[in-house]
């Protein structure tokens, strides 16, 4: 055995690496369905959920920038609290939902958005 090697892997394939625990460990006997699963912790529709990338900064101050990437369920509940995306004449655009025009149609409720800082 190589005691250089930073990951080694354990009969179950497995990493444990040295110096950062594996999360993935915690969860072994859900077998392939890991924890850090973006698609189980993001998606609860996946047949009708959808990525968009944010262009602008007029939701900065809640958080959200310029590409940012929106998750977006066209079959999830709708609240009035919540940001969707909406259909205008012109496109497609976030939108609370207490806040839509008269003329607006929901195409989908955000529920992540996903920041990278790199």
């Known amino acids: 055995m190589d005691h250089d090697s930073p990951t080694l892997a354990d009969s179950d394939g497995v990493s444990i690496h040295a110096g ?3 999360p993935a460990l915690e969860r072994r006997e859900q077998g392939a369905r890991l924890a850090l ?3 189980q912790l993001l998606i609860k529709h996946p047949s009708s ?3 968009f990338q944010v ?3 007029q ?3 809640q958080g959200i920038y310029d590409g940012d990437i929106a998750v977006v369920d066209r079959a999830a509940e709708q609240r009035p609290a919540d940001l969707t995306v909406v259909w205008r004449s012109d496109g497609l655009a976030l939108c609370r939902r207490r806040q839509m ?3 607006d149609r929901i195409w989908g409720v955000v529920t992540a958005i996903v920041h ?3």
Do not use: I, K, M, Q
Request: charged share 25%.
């Open 37 to 39: 699963d973006f698609n």
């Open 101 to 103: 025009d008269s003329e």
């Open 116 to 118: 990278r800082y790199h």
């Open 20 to 22: 950062f625990p594996n």
């Open 55 to 57: 262009s602008g900064d």
């Open 49 to 51: 959920t959808y990525l």
């Open 59 to 61: 939701w900065a101050v």
